[in-house]
């Protein structure tokens, strides 16, 4: 089975973890709710709702610590790319696979590998999707 998700995709998250740290990172990954399993019917409904209307739903059993996390985090300083990092970003951003951009760069593919990771790493993303989204998001790199 396969599942595609566009720019239009509404992602909920229903989990029987609660655990502010997981809801902060799932909502900066840009999640339209979170809410925990044992929340009423209704909850779900609403969160659903909330998500068609373009608005974001959190559970009010976390809304606080989320609150709390996410402010302490913005007040942290900006993560820092190198450059070597921002130029092996662009070219991802242009939609360039690893070998191409090994080529472009003259380094080995497993070079610019460590160096996505390194920066998945410092941006706090899990995947290739991820960075790319907030790379974009926090406008990284110029157009």
Do not use: C
């Not at 996390?69 to 092996?88: F, G, I, K």
């Not at 070079?111 to 995947?127: F, Q, W």
């Amino acid at each position: 089975m396969a599942i595609f998700l566009t720019a239009d995709s509404k992602i909920i998250v229903l989990t029987m973890h609660h655990d502010a740290e997981l809801a902060t990172r799932v909502m900066r990954a840009g999640a339209s709710g979170f809410l925990l399993k044992h929340s009423a019917g209704e909850e779900l409904l609403t969160a659903i709702n909330q998500a068609v209307e373009g608005r974001v739903y959190l559970t009010p059993a976390m809304t606080r610590e989320v609150i709390e996390r996410m402010a302490v985090s913005s007040s942290e300083p900006e993560p820092q790319l190198t450059a070597r990092h921002r130029e092996v970003l662009r070219l991802i951003l242009e939609g360039r696979r690893m070998k191409e951009i090994a080529a472009a760069l003259n380094l080995s593919a497993r070079t610019i590998e460590t160096h996505k990771y390194e920066m998945m790493d410092v941006l706090g993303v899990h995947s290739t999707a991820e960075l790319v989204r907030y790379a974009i998001e926090q406008k990284l790199i110029e157009n």
